[in-house]
């Protein structure tokens, strides 16, 4: 089993900057990557970025060069920097950790890009 506990989200104006931070707990020594999705009203939830054990990162093209996944091993978190925040980035942010056929989710963060 693994935990994973978001935190950082709010309101931010357009062209701004969030960085959220995922704890994560339990059997982690197990997990093969790390990821961020997001889920907008009406929509699927999508891919944002994910990050492996060895730090081997991908990004959906909505978000490259405007996000930055990175890990502290150390802290057993992950962080998802949000640069140029657009209001089509509105969404409730999850924390994801893959472990074999296993997938383990936080309970999400709201961000609101707004004016």
């Known amino acids: 089993q693994v935990q994973l506990v978001e935190s950082g989200g709010g309101l931010v104006q357009p062209g701004g900057s969030l960085g959220l931070s995922c704890a994560a707990s339990g059997s982690i020594f197990n997990v093969n990557a790390f990821g961020w999705y997001r889920q907008a009203p009406g929509k699927q939830r999508e891919l944002v970025a994910t990050i492996t054990s060895r730090s081997i990162t991908n990004y959906a093209d909505s978000v490259k060069g405007r996000f930055t996944i990175s890990r502290d091993n150390a802290k057993n978190t992950v962080y998802l920097q949000m640069n140029s925040l657009k209001p089509e980035d509105t969404a409730v942010y999850y924390c994801?950790?893959?472990?074999?056929?296993?997938?383990?989710w936080g309970q999400g963060t709201q961000v609101t890009v707004s004016s």
């Open positions: 994801n950790a893959r472990s074999g056929m296993y997938f383990y």
